[in-house]
């Protein structure tokens, strides 16, 4: 097991704890002090501060045994117990920890926002044990005793998506937006993404009108949302309004040039049915002009070129292309193809092995920046830690050492 999946849940304990200590909400506590927990007769006994060392250093057992005795030494020790039961769920004791927190909940002293925070454990509770509906009641409930509450929106969010209801996922997180105060770029591109599943959905079910809204919605909302895009055109390309349909996926490759490719196969597609075939090749030259890496534009183009029965121009561009990504199983695909068009000619054999030789063979890898998580295609959702937009194409470095690897053949 990975330190990060291991500390992960004992940094949410944390932050829930220090939050509860250092917080906004503690100074509201702090008004009413002592009526938590008594913290001079906590100190007296070893075993909160004992406790609380053993939770960060993830010893979750020993953790429990000394908060439970802390707690023993005051009935009304809250946050103990709370922290107790959250402790329950972490090892799995969903069961332990829903009747420790329910139990907190029938006292009858709680202030709305010790009930609100109370209420958040038991939605957590609720969530790991997959009791989806009785989880959503419960965090709307904590919402809505405190509308500040970030973290329990930010599971509400989760929750909805799981469940695919996209129009209440967006609506939880315009909330958190709000509370972010517009600081964050990263709620201008989940909110993309959501009104680009809305469009999707209302796609499915052929209501194409609100679902080209919610396509541009999402565009206007993050130009980044590159899926958006690819659905607009699609959208307009299912009702034969193909310049409509090129004009969206002429419009990612210019907002969004190192995602252009995933517009290709549909953009030469729909310059050959209209009769400008060239103009296919005009867009992958202005994107290799504009990123002389990109690799994609070149694979592009050299299809396109041998399509046309220009093998020897598509050979030069995949030649050009693998030394930026040697080891993309597609160009490598493309380029025996092409010399099998040109007869396999010995000395573009040679050409092309002498690139090749020290390429390791990926189909076409891609890997979550959050998590690591490898995928062969790109994902716009994570599906291990569920982030948005989180794959990045890997990358090896380009075989540079070639010619002193011949060398040191050619030595022995
Ligand atoms: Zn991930």
Known sequence: MSITSQLYPVAVLLALLL??????????????????????????????MLGLNFLVDNQVDQAIEELTQAASTGSDALEIQMILGNLYRQKGQVGRATSVHQALLQRPDLTTLEHAYVLLCLALDFRHAGFIDRALEAFQEVVRLDPENRYAYVNLQKLY??????????????????????????????LGF???EIG?????????????????AAIDVDSGTVPAYLNLGDLREGERQLPAAIAAWERLTDEVPDRAYLAFDRLDRAYRV?????????????????????????????????????????????LDAL?????????????????????????LVRRYMDLSRDAVFYLDPHVCRRCRYRSTELLWQCPQC????????????PAKDTVSADALTEGT
């Open 19 to 48: 939050g509860l200590a250092v917080g906004k909400a503690w100074e509201r506590y702090k008004l009413r002090d002592g009526r938590w927990i008594d913290r001079r007769r906590l100190r007296e006994t070893p075993h909160y």
């Open 274 to 318: 209209s009769g400008t075939p060239h103009r296919f090749a005009e867009l992958c030259e202005r994107v290799i002009a504009r990123n002389p890496q990109d690799w994609r534009a070149r694979l592009a183009l050299a299809r396109h070129r041998e399509a046309a029965g220009q093998a020897q121009a598509a050979f030069g561009l995949l």
């Open 161 to 190: 998506e799981e469940q695919h209801q996209w129009p209440e996922a967006l609506q939880v997180r315009e909330q958190i937006a709000r509370i972010d105060n517009g600081r964050l770029p990263e709620d201008q591109q989940i």
């Open 194 to 196: 959501l009104r680009n």
């Open 323 to 347: 030394p930026h990504n040697p080891h993309a199983l597609a160009l490598h695909q493309a380029t025996w193809q092409v010399l099998s068009a040109l007869g396999f000619a010995p000395d």
């Open 386 to 397: 569920h982030e948005w937009n989180t794959f990045v194409e890997e990358r090896m470095a």
């Open 200 to 216: 999707a959905a209302q796609a499915r079910t052929g209501n194409t009108a609100a679902a080209a809204r919610a396509f541009s």
